[in-house]
């Protein structure tokens, strides 16, 4: 029969303080609910409404405007860091 050992190794904390604030986290959280809901009323604008296939309308503006927030925020936050 065979056996195998695990060594577990500690995980070595790097830093005492959290690596983002508060407003930051809450920052994310928005922008993601932004992204999200613009990608759900986008997806259901093309399930009920049959007849609409431009790109100019609410519900691409609301992905798209919240997917840029988005790219900005996580680029300004990889970029100040």
């Known amino acids: 029969m065979m056996t195998t050992r695990v060594r577990f190794r500690p995980r070595l904390q790097t830093q005492e303080s959290p690596s983002t604030r508060p407003g ?3 920052v994310t959280v928005v922008l993601g609910a932004w992204l999200i809901l613009g990608l759900f009323s986008d997806g259901w ?9 431009s790109f100019f309308t609410l519900w691409h503006g609301a992905l798209y405007s919240g997917f840029t927030a988005s790219a900005v925020w996580f680029l300004r936050g990889r970029w100040c860091r």
């Open 45 to 53: 604008a093309h399930l009920n409404r049959p007849g609409m296939e």
């Open 24 to 26: 930051d986290d809450l």
